[in-house]
């Protein structure tokens, strides 16, 4: 028998609008002091650059202000991806967040340009170093700053489940890195004198810069297109394979996604061909309330419902069945591999016929001749 969920337990919904309000101040919380903390370390960097003259504190100061433009983007992306769905966005805002990586990766590709070119300039001009033992001081105050900042964004983001945060957190800790690198370069300068290590110093922090604007880039374009989600595929795989009743013959062409921190599923599920309407019914919304109920920010979950045939009996536990063709031999587990295949068929007719075996072979014979 098919249990019918609590209706108390589905439509109590006041805590967890509670604590999803609370997730989201926490997240604004996170935007505003990156902003505010973006905008001192930037005038901190341009101080060091216009008491030392230095190329590679420039490379810094620079990737500084993409710092600032990343915390106004992800203010402004924050606040729009908090709002619920409506009847323009059914799926909700979230992917405003993967647009706000988007743009942020694009700038640091530009910064990255900027400072190659003016180290290229001052490699052919010659540059002229002073009061490097400020400059660095100034330089580790900041590195220190932006490590606390970055490491706090990272972990309210991985709270939250806020894309724009961490991936934010990251472009702080990368600046973090490139800062330590200039601080090692220039103590080399400073004890070595060897000037022209400055403009080669800012041209290796350019290409890092470069590296880590192109890996936001694809993280926002994964984002964007709906990449799958190796992690949330296995751990949905783990979830419905816990819940499993004998009812859920079997479970194929799983395809989740995100939308900022909300998660949208839809999958094919095989019952008895004999249940009624009402019978699936209860089933989606176990099914639903497994995958979404205890997530506070909430998300969609789409069953599509197959009838089983004859090729299935063996595989379906189901013990009291006016239909079966076949004794039951043994449940096929749910697992990452199974839940996304896109057929449903389990097992072999009377006659021997492998259907799985033949529908696999059929999609890997269409992979190849499209190749």
Not at 63 to 81: F, G
Not at 174 to 195: E, H, K, Q, Y
Not at 196 to 217: C, K, Q, R, S, T
Not at 339 to 350: F, H, N
Request: with cysteine; aromatic share 6%; glycine share 8%.
């Amino acid at each position: 028998m098919v249990e019918t969920p609590d209706a108390r337990r589905v439509t109590n919904t006041a805590p967890r609008n509670e604590r999803v309000a609370g997730m989201h101040a926490e997240r604004m919380r996170a935007g505003r002091l990156a902003l505010v903390v973006g905008v001192l370390i930037f005038l901190a960097k341009f101080a060091a650059y216009t008491l030392t003259g230095s190329t590679a504190v420039f490379a810094d100061a620079m990737e500084s202000t993409i710092n600032i433009v990343a915390a106004a983007m992800l203010v402004l992306a924050l606040s729009i991806a908090s709002r619920p769905p409506d009847e323009s966005h059914p799926y909700g805002h979230g992917k405003v967040e993967f647009v706000s990586a988007g743009i942020e990766g694009a700038a640091i590709c530009f910064a990255a340009i900027l400072i190659f070119v003016e180290s290229v300039r001052e490699l052919i001009a010659g540059p002229e170093l002073q009061r490097l033992d400020l400059g660095l001081a100034i330089l580790g105050v900041s590195a220190a700053a932006n490590a606390a900042l970055g490491l706090h964004l990272t972990r309210v983001g991985d709270k939250t489940r806020s894309d724009a945060l961490v991936a934010d957190g990251k472009h702080v800790m990368a600046d973090v890195w490139t800062s330590v690198g200039v601080i090692g370069g220039l103590l080399v300068v400073a004890l070595t004198g060897w000037t022209w290590a400055d403009p080669l110093i800012a041209m290796a922090v350019a290409m890092n810069v470069a590296f880590e604007g192109y890996h936001l880039l694809h993280e926002s374009m994964g984002g964007l297109m709906d990449e799958a989600d190796e992690d949330l595929i296995e751990s949905t795989a783990t979830r419905l394979e816990d819940a499993r009743t004998p009812e859920w013959i079997d479970v194929h062409g799983l395809r989740s996604w995100r939308s900022g921190a909300r998660r949208h599923f839809d999958l094919h599920m095989t019952v008895p061909r004999y249940f009624d309407v009402e019978q699936v019914h209860a089933i989606h919304d176990q099914v639903e309330a497994i995958l979404i109920e205890q997530d506070d920010h909430g998300g969609d979950v789409v069953v599509h419902f197959d009838p089983c045939d004859p090729s299935e009996c063996r595989h379906c536990s189901l013990t009291q069945c006016a239909i079966r063709s076949h004794d039951f031999v043994a449940t096929e587990p749910l697992t990452p591999d199974s839940v996304v295949r896109p057929d449903s068929a389990l097992g072999s007719d009377e006659n021997g016929v492998d259907f799985t075996a033949m529908r696999a072979r059929a999609i890997t014979e269409r992979t190849d001749g499209n190749r």
